[in-house]
C-alpha cells in the first residue's frame, strides 16, 4: 500500500483545515487506517483510527475537535481539524494497517500560529 498525505501548511490557531491521505496499491487488504503527529522534540504518537467496519477512536486531545472519515471512491482517509491550537503544530502522518503490513505515508507538516 502507498500513501499520500496533503493538506497541511501553516494556519491560524481555531481554523479548520482538513487533511487527506490516498491510499493506492494493495488496498482491499486494508483492515483500518489512522493518523499520528509527531511535534517537534518529541515522539510520534497516536492522533485517530477509523476502521475497515468504520468504528473511530481519537486521543482525548483532539476529542471533539479532530474528524476521521474516508470516501472509498477516492481511496481517501481525511482528518478534519477543527479549532486548532498552537500545540497541534506537527508533521501529521497517515497509516495503513493490514494482516500482513503497516505502511506509512509521507507526512505532512502543519503549522498552527497564535
Known amino acids: 500500500v502507498q500513501l499520500q498525505a496533503s493538506g497541511g501548511g501553516l494556519v491560524q490557531a481555531g481554523w479548520s483545515p482538513r487533511l487527506s491521505c490516498a491510499a493506492s496499491?494493495?488496498?482491499?487488504?486494508?483492515?483500518?487506517m489512522a493518523w499520528y503527529h509527531q511535534a517537534p522534540g518529541k515522539q510520534r504518537e497516536w492522533v485517530a483510527v477509523m476502521t475497515r467496519a468504520g468504528n473511530t477512536n481519537y486521543v482525548g486531545s483532539v476529542k471533539g475537535r479532530f474528524t476521521i472519515s474516508r470516501d472509498n471512491a477516492k481511496n481517501t482517509v481525511y482528518l478534519q481539524m477543527d479549532s486548532l491550537k498552537p500545540e497541534d503544530t506537527a508533521v501529521y502522518y497517515c497509516?495503513?494497517?493490514?494482516?500482513?503490513?503497516?505502511?506509512w505515508g509521507q507526512g505532512t507538516l502543519v503549522t498552527v500560529s497564535s
Open positions: 497509516n495503513a494497517l493490514s494482516s500482513t503490513s503497516l505502511s
Open positions: 496499491g494493495s488496498i482491499s487488504g486494508i483492515n483500518a
